[in-house]
């Protein structure tokens, strides 16, 4: 199919948004560099990205123990993204209760123009505060409904009103976990739909834990979604984010117009993205068991890590992480369902050790 | 055997938490709780107060300086904003004031680290102290634990709690929690800097609260002494938060490039509430009036002993 073709198709656009350099950022243990941000950026408002979202992988604030220090200071990055670019806007993620207002304004006087504020998918006045806040600093704003799959459409649509009455203007479906099917995004984002109306987008913001990004994002934009998150080559969280380039050639290839060049795309995972990033995520046994489970996807490494400190194996940790209903944010309790878990281990192992004797 | 009357209190502010700390005070009998004020004639925890025999009025602070005896503490657990308008009347009717708001007119105090500092009311004037916020409460000790040990460059801290114990003040502003606790991990705590995070978890049954320290240690640091002073703080905030426990041994890591060389020390911490008035999951909220019950009690104790002449002070604020 032509672009001819594609504009006669009469389909609404999309807006694709890049999380790349922020969702991305966890599957490099935060790490990114100056020129790693330049790089990426540039090459992603070359091929027509509208928006970059670049922060640590938990957002403003976000590099800490709990979560890992950042290589380089986010709001350097925001800085370095800011000055690589000449049409993208730079979006910012910041979660209430880990970033505070104060950190908005550093991002914004850095260069930011869009403030994205996640909570959990019941837990959106936190957040009130937040989007007053950008507002008045006069930047574009999105909500974060994270760990979607774990609320029922209506009650989540009604956590979109609150967002969208502080003055958020696009809230998102968040399937942090990569749980959700088809059924699950398209009910939840036709709900979101139907309460806001005129009153704010809704979005997309898929994982690739059972193999879903792609197909989520096009049933998502079906049942009305007209903003979606993508990562170039699905660097990010666990399982890893639904790939940009194979979205926008997707939707290209639908007739959906998204306004992204998408040769330029496919370069940018290509030739810019593959030589930085050493290891991909990938959908593993700890990756599925997330999906599976509805396990917060950043909490990958942090198992892995811990696995290999207390000897127990990290599907396990996650499972047990995922039957406790932790959320996003509580890495801290991976150390200590790790502690939990080895002392059972340790109490099977004596115990057979007396049988056998 | 000390025969001099039981200070008298009263308690601003007749919420859920305002009536946990009322149970907490009775069952203590240090104090003499006379009043609970309120604004709203038609509250129910100006009722549950009178049921627990108090008195209780609609009248608001007003009505309580207009009292024939005034009290010589008062709790306040009405908002940030109220705290900062009474806070003045208290100290000129020389009422000790006892801060559960965020408006932290008076200084920090955590009972098991500092409250000794804040007990002698210098000069004669009225003292107010401010309980910090919950997630300080139960990790300020820890950090204090260590940083009495070997010095702390860096602590931070996690608070998980269950939604339905965070109430619309704190959603609201949520910021206050992240700023106020930070600056006192380092103010209290003892720390070079101080980070504090806090998960609300929706999760039911609610799930208790739970909170985790991370505090920064030299590559030398005596891991003996630090895990031998966490536990003696630990028993130390049992002493008023009997559901305060330790979720296994402080556990050690070793030094590492990306955390300036130094090593880690993290505690991990379950705070089960009394169950007074509060859920036993609302640990935050039970630390909170338990530490404020503590620290009232012995103020009131100081300060009932030690201001000027009761009869005196009354004529001198009926002067004014």
């Known amino acids: 199919m032509t672009s001819a073709n594609i504009a006669s198709t009469g389909n609404p656009p999309v807006r694709i948004i890049d999380t790349t350099l922020r969702d991305g950022s966890h599957a490099v243990s935060h790490s ?4 790693q941000v330049r790089d990426i950026s540039k090459a992603l408002d070359h091929a027509g990205v509208p928006i970059i979202e670049v922060t640590h992988g938990d957002g403003l604030a976000g590099s800490s123990f709990n979560y890992g220090f950042s290589a380089v200071r986010d709001i350097d990055l925001v800085a370095a993204a800011a000055e690589a670019v000449t049409d993208a806007k730079i979006a910012v993620l910041l979660l209430p209760g880990l ?33 007053g806040a950008a507002r008045d600093l006069g930047m574009e704003t999105a909500g974060f409904l994270m760990l979607s799959h774990r609320t029922e459409p209506a009650r989540l649509a009604k956590q979109a009103r609150t967002m969208a009455d502080a003055g958020c203007q696009c809230v998102y479906v968040v399937d942090s976990a990569g749980a959700l099917l088809p059924d699950g995004v398209r009910t939840r984002v036709d709900a979101l739909v139907q309460e806001l109306g005129d009153d704010a987008m809704v979005g997309f913001h898929g994982h690739q834990n059972l193999s879903m990004g792609v197909a989520n994002s096009v049933e998502a934009y079906r049942a009305g979604a007209r903003s979606i998150d993508g990562t170039l080559r699905a660097l990010g969280a666990g399982a890893g984010n639904t790939p940009t380039e194979v979205l926008v050639t997707v939707l290209d290839a639908m007739g959906i117009p998204t306004g992204v060049d998408v040769e330029a795309a496919l370069a940018a995972a ?20 997330q999906g599976r489970y509805g396990v917060y996807n950043s909490f990958l490494l942090h198992a892995e890590r811990a696995a290999d400190r207390y000897g127990v194996p990290a599907y396990q940790i996650l499972r047990r992480v995922g039957e406790a209903g932790y959320v996003g944010g509580q890495e801290d309790m991976i150390i200590d369902v790790a502690i939990e878990l080895a002392g059972l281990q340790r109490q099977a192992g004596e115990h057979n050790e007396r049988v056998s004797a | 055997m000390d025969h001099r009357p039981r200070p008298i209190a009263a308690i601003v502010g007749p919420g859920n938490i305002g009536t946990d700390l009322l149970i907490k005070l009775q069952r203590s009998g240090t104090l003499d709780v006379r009043y609970m004020i309120g604004v709203d004639p038609a509250s129910d925890g ?128 949520i910021d206050e929690f992240t700023e106020t606790t930070s600056h006192a991990l380092q103010a209290v705590g003892g720390a070079a800097r101080g980070k504090a995070i806090i998960i609300l978890n929706p999760v039911e049954p609610p799930m208790v609260m739970r909170d985790t320290v991370f505090a920064a240690i030299g590559p030398d640091a005596d891991r003996e002494a630090i895990t031998e ?92």
């Open chain 1, 270 to 289: 290509e030739e810019v993205l593959a030589p930085i990033v050493r290891r991909m995520p990938v959908m593993d046994r700890s990756s599925i068991v």
């Open chain 1, 99 to 131: 970033g505070t207002v104060h950190d908005l304004r550093e991002a914004h006087a850095a260069g930011a123009g869009m403030a994205r504020v996640a909570t959990h998918s019941t837990e959106a006045d936190v957040s009130v505060q937040h989007f």
């Open chain 2, 229 to 320: 002073s966490v536990h003696r703080m630990v028993a130390e905030v049992q002493q008023y938060v009997p559901g305060y426990r330790l979720k296994s041994e402080p556990q050690f890591d070793e030094p590492r490039p990306d955390w300036d060389g130094n090593g880690r020390v993290a505690v991990f911490l379950e705070v089960t509430g009394n169950g007074d008035y509060l859920p036993p999951w609302a640990g935050n909220l039970d630390i909170m009036t338990a530490a404020a019950a503590r620290a009232g009690e012995q103020l009131a104790l100081a300060w009932a002993h030690t201001k000027p002449d009761a009869t005196n002070q009354k004529v001198q604020v009926a002067a004014k």
């Open chain 2, 46 to 173: 100006l009722r549950r107060a009178r049921e627990l025999g108090v008195e209780a009025s609609a009248g608001g602070v007003d009505w309580l300086l207009d009292q024939e005896v005034v009290p010589d503490v008062v709790f306040e657990a009405t908002s940030a904003k109220a705290h900062d308008a009474n806070a003045p009347r208290y100290r000129e009717a020389g009422i000790a004031a006892v801060d559960l708001t965020p408006a932290a007119v008076g200084p920090f105090v955590c009972p098991a680290v500092n409250l000794d500092e804040h007990l002698d009311a210098g000069g004669g004037t009225a003292p107010n102290i401010n309980m910090i916020t919950c997630g300080g409460q139960a990790t300020i000790p820890i950090v204090s634990a260590v940083s009495r040990v070997t010095p702390v460059p860096y602590a931070e801290i996690v608070a998980s709690i269950s939604s339905r114990s965070a109430g619309p003040g704190t959603r609201a502003n």
């Open chain 1, 32 to 35: 990114f560099t100056v020129q």
